[in-house]
């Protein structure tokens, strides 16, 4: 795998897309980042402004951006929503349309491998809403024949988020404060470890072309020996 690499992430405004730029800024692996998205991020740390790229686009009519998805090695696919948020529709046209749109121009500019963040109990055939999306859109990614399709499947993202949902983060603290330190792998995922899994699995060797990472692949994941970072590297070379 090169260390000059080129990675785009679609789903950089989310928690997961935040937690997942912040590793990928942080690891020397990477020359540039471009983010795909909807709305400009001012950024204010020198690092983020002198190695991402912002390309705006209207994912509704996603067909008419090929050049937006141009020039990246790897891709790192964080979209998403909720029924509640966006409708049944809405969601749908998320978490299936937007990303396999955004897949379909990724290969076709020349992305060699694909991560998509899913969900665990992603099921084509569920008779539930949530799960049988996920499930769809996983198998129309697995269709596409990318040299490198990793998915990963995280349970209950953990995270604090900016946007005001009281339901949720009542729920997060219940289960912070009980199951997440009795069993952390059985039904949560904090951001950090999901970025770092994938971080990491994009160097991982002799994996197979397609390959469905359920919470706790992932958490064995974001364990490994990180990548070293321009910090690091820069310190080694000054010993």
């Not at 928690?15 to 997942?20: D, F």
């Not at 529709?89 to 990303?99: A, L, M, N, P, T």
């Amino acid at each position: 795998m090169s260390t000059n690499l080129t990675a785009l992430i679609t789903g950089y405004t989310g928690e997961s897309g935040k937690a997942l730029l912040k590793e990928l800024i942080q690891n020397n692996q990477f020359k540039k980042i471009i983010l795909v998205g909807r709305r400009h991020v001012e950024y204010t740390d020198n690092e983020y402004k002198e190695k991402t790229e912002q390309r705006l686009i209207d994912f509704a009519k996603i067909d008419d951006y090929p050049e937006a998805f141009h020039g990246a090695d790897i891709h790192y696919c964080c979209l998403g929503t909720t029924r509640g948020k966006s409708g049944a529709e809405g969601f749908r046209q998320v978490d299936f349309d937007y990303i396999v749109g955004a897949a379909r121009l990724a290969k076709q500019e020349g992305c060699k491998h694909f991560h998509l963040v899913s969900s665990q109990g992603a099921d084509p055939q569920s008779l539930f809403l949530y799960p049988k999306v996920k499930g769809q859109t996983e198998t129309a990614l697995t269709q596409m024949s990318f040299e490198r399709l990793s998915i990963y499947r995280p349970a209950m993202l953990m995270v604090d988020r900016t946007e005001n949902r009281p339901l949720e983060n009542f729920a997060q603290t219940i289960i912070r404060n009980t199951v997440q330190r009795i069993a952390p792998e059985w039904i949560t995922t904090p951001v950090e470890v999901l970025a770092r899994a994938m971080c990491f699995n994009t160097f991982t060797k002799d994996r197979p072309s397609t390959e469905i990472l359920d919470n706790h692949a992932i958490f064995r994941l974001s364990e490994q020996q990180p990548i070293q970072t321009k910090e690091q590297s820069q310190a080694t070379n000054n010993s």
